[in-house]
């Protein structure tokens, strides 16, 4: 049994294509081209558009599902990624982030200790770490320290150095 596209897909041939110009978003244009070639008559079927398209013929059948369904609006659509939302909020991320710039908070296990304690959001140290990336916060700490240093021997060490050279 063969579908007539041309008479199920109301947008004319010239505004899906001018469409498929003007959108940016790759996934989002080839739907629109699916249309395109179907309305125009290039292609007979789903098969011969997943061919010209590049993608599976499964793929495309689920676009026309969804086309048939929703129409245009629900065609283009745009999804949000897979995955899941952060826990940390925003309110609970400024107070970190504020807390990591005045230097109280050197380790992963202190910021994981932070957020349990003071906002009840439970990351592992490897989430917390991802978080960090994600967030683009890098590691900051100063020099080691030996806990046997003495400051005013160093200072003073460095300034005969200084006399010397």
Known sequence: MW????ERIPEAV????EQVRT??????ADRLRLLWLLKSGSVRSLGGAAAV???SERQ?????ACYAAGGLAALVQRRRRGGSRERISAAAWAALNARLRAGEIARLKDAQAYLREQWGIVYCLDALSKLFRRHKVK??????????????AQAAFKKSVRRHA
């Open 3 to 6: 579908i007539d596209y041309g």
């Open 14 to 17: 010239a505004v899906l294509q």
């Open 23 to 28: 959108e940016r978003e790759r996934g989002v």
């Open 53 to 55: 398209l590049g993608y």
């Open 60 to 64: 495309v059948q689920r676009w026309w």
């Open 139 to 152: 590691r900051k700490t100063g020099r080691p320290r030996h806990r046997r240093a003495d400051a005013a």
